[in-house]
């Protein structure tokens, strides 16, 4: 059973630090990839960052210089390291887990966790 749990959301002002952390446990088939999305009230869930097994990592436009993703073997988890956060960043932070098999791509997401930035 796959189980993902984000902590470390909260209320900060504009410019202040934040860091994001998800937790993961299980799996079904091969994990390929583990990214962090976010979705605003009214908005669609859009990719915020991603990491892949090989290594390979891609940010949104948006937060490229302000956010950094990294991984935590030891305590098996993504975090999110967000820096100089605006209020267009308040949104809902879901982390996501991609497995593959030989046919096809299997998404397993979090429950989230709020991220308001508001003065």
């Known amino acids: 059973q796959v189980r993902l749990v984000e902590s470390g959301g909260g209320l900060v002002q504009p410019g202040a630090s934040l860091e994001l952390s998800c937790v993961h446990s299980?799996?079904?088939?091969?994990?390929?990839?583990m990214g962090w999305y976010r979705q605003a009230p009214g908005k669609q869930r859009d990719l915020v960052a991603q990491?892949?097994?090989?290594?390979?990592?891609d940010y949104a436009e948006a937060v490229k210089g302000r956010f950094t993703i990294s991984r935590d073997h030891d305590k098996n988890s993504i975090n999110l390291q967000m820096g100089d956060l605006k209020p267009e960043d308040t949104a809902t932070y879901y982390c996501?887990?991609?497995?593959?098999?030989?046919?096809?791509?299997?998404?397993?997401w979090g429950r989230g966790t709020q991220v308001t930035v508001s003065s």
């Open positions: 990491i892949t097994t090989g290594g390979d990592i």
């Open positions: 299980g799996s079904i088939f091969s994990i390929t990839a």
């Open positions: 996501k887990q991609t497995e593959r098999d030989h046919e096809r791509e299997y998404h397993y």
